[in-house]
Structure formats: structure tokens, C-alpha cells
């Protein structure tokens, strides 16, 4: 179900609104991310670009995810149109294209009920089109936090996936510190203690940005850090912001096409917690 918040006239092609891009292979990897936290998300289109502002069941993660209407190749959406969609068969869909396929997203007037992806093959001259349905919304007044962290980290994408990877395999929790220009990761497992500390230098390929001299720190779980790292394949660098006692939130760019943050609630100590994940 689509929801407009002005009425508004079909395109050339007969559909409320169409967007085409050729980066097809920055749109598989978001998705395929995505799904492994939002089952379902409510897309939002405008004028503007594409945005996603919405929480997972547990109410741990939040995803802000925003694509810019002039990064596009065509973007036809002179009003607002929120869908219900379904990641893990949008995925499905997705993961068909290659990277020379170009994408095309659409809502057709005659049948707004439904999500049309197409995708084109100028090379072997096909097209494959899917009409997908959309479930009723249940929007949200979700705001992302304006929060001003004292502590912000550029670090190779590849390098934190495989931090997060190699600790999950020990741990449940990583506890990230931002101390002087080291940042240090450390997870506390059943057998296993384990550090990392990467000097801020031209050969850590880490650069570090703070407004504070005191150290900066936060407890986090593994295993929706691995999630957010399904993103690494979009950019060759992440951000990472950091605050005493406030979520963390991880930003990749996708591709030219805008960018998604990822934000997860801290966990407390061990002795204090009572095992349930934090909320954001």
C-alpha cells in the first residue's frame, strides 16, 4: 500500500513515479544488508531522493538510510509516496541483477498496489520486469538523533569487518576506545580476552577527529556489529562515532548515491546488565 501526501500526475511512462540508476551493484549489497536487520521497512520517495528511517523488532537498531534524487540517472517523484516493502523478497528480486544491469524502480498508476522493478541489459538486450506487492504501512514519527559525538573514526571498512568478524567468533561484546588517537577494540569471551589497538598514522589507515581529551568508550554487541558489516562492500571507508553512554553509529556511503548509518545502543557492564539488549 502507498500512501501520497499530495495528489499527483503519472509520467510519460504512466507511472506515478520512476527512478533508474546504473549502479546496480551498490543497490544489491544495501539491500542485502539491510534485510539481515529490517524484515520489513517503509520506503519513503519524494522529490528528494529515497529515505529510510525505521527500527528492528528489538528496538536495538536503527537504520537511516539516504539516497539523493540527482545521483540518479532518472528520478521522476513529484510527490511523497511511503511503501510497505518486504526486504527479504526485495532482496530476492535484487540479487538477480548483474553489474551491467541497470535498475529501474516504478509505481505504476494502474496499479499502485505494487512495486515495479525492472532490469536492463543494453549489452544482451533483455529486460526483466517484477511486480511486487506492498504491505500496508504503519508509519512511525521516527527522528534520527542530532547528537554531536565527541569522537569520530575513519577507518577501512574491510579492516573494522574483519575486527568485528574475528571477535564475534570469541565474544558476544567488542568495547571500542577512542584514547588520544588509538582507538582500541577489546571483547572479554569465555576463554578468550582479545585487543586490537590501531595507531592513528598514515600506515594504521585510521584517522581520528575529536572535541574532548577524555577517553571515549562504549560496550557493543557483536553480532549486530557483524550485521552492519555487510555494508563494507559499498565503501572503502567507514565512519564510526563515538560518545560516552550514547549509541554508536556507523556511516557508509553507498556508492555516489547517498549514504546509511547504522546506529546501536550501548550495552552496560556485565554486572550491571540483566542480559537484555539496550533500546535505542
Not at 520517495?45 to 539523493?68: A, C, K, N, P, Q
Not at 575529536?210 to 554487541?221: A, D, H, S
Request: with cysteine.
Amino acid at each position: 500500500m502507498s500512501l501520497a501526501a499530495t495528489s499527483s500526475r503519472a509520467n510519460a511512462n504512466g507511472n506515478l513515479f520512476e527512478i533508474r540508476t546504473v549502479q546496480s551493484a551498490a543497490f544489491r549489497t544495501l539491500i542485502e544488508a539491510l534485510k539481515e536487520i529490517l524484515t520489513e521497512a517503509n520506503l519513503e520517495f519524494d522529490s528528494t531522493g529515497i529515505r529510510v528511517i525505521d527500527v528492528d523488532e528489538t528496538h536495538t537498531v536503527l537504520t537511516y538510510l539516504r539516497l539523493i534524487s540527482d545521483r540518479f540517472e532518472y528520478f521522476y517523484c513529484p510527490a511523497k509516496y511511503v511503501l510497505g516493502i518486504n526486504m527479504i523478497y526485495l532482496f530476492k528480486l535484487i540479487k538477480t541483477l548483474s553489474n551491467n544491469d541497470s535498475l529501474t524502480l516504478f509505481l505504476p498508476e494502474s496499479n499502485p498496489n505494487k512495486l515495479g522493478i525492472r532490469a536492463e541489459n543494453a549489452e544482451k538486450g533483455t529486460t526483466n520486469t517484477w511486480m511486487m506487492k506492498l504491505f500496508d504501512t504503519n508509519v512511525e514519527n521516527i527522528e534520527f538523533p542530532n547528537i554531536s559525538f565527541t569522537s569520530i573514526i575513519h577507518m577501512p571498512s574491510a579492516d573494522f569487518q574483519k575486527i568485528c568478524r574475528d571477535f564475534n567468533a570469541l565474544a558476544e561484546k567488542m568495547e571500542i576506545t577512542s584514547s588520544n588517537n588509538d582507538l582500541i577494540f577489546r571483547c572479554v569471551g569465555d576463554f578468550v580476552d582479545g585487543e586490537t589497538v590501531i595507531m592513528s598514522n598514515n600506515q594504521g589507515g585510521i584517522e581520528v577527529e575529536r572535541n574532548t581529551n577524555e577517553i571515549v568508550q562504549g560496550m557493543f554487541e557483536l553480532k549486530y556489529l557483524v550485521l552492519f558489516t555487510k555494508c563494507t562492500n559499498l565503501c572503502t571507508s567507514t565512519q564510526i562515532h563515538l560518545k560516552n553512554d550514547l549509541p554508536l553509529v556507523l556511516r557508509y556511503m553507498v556508492a555516489n548515491l547517498g549514504e546509511v548509518r547504522l546506529v546501536l545502543a550501548p550495552q552496560k557492564q556485565k554486572t550491571e546488565t540483566s542480559g537484555r539488549p539496550q533500546k535505542v
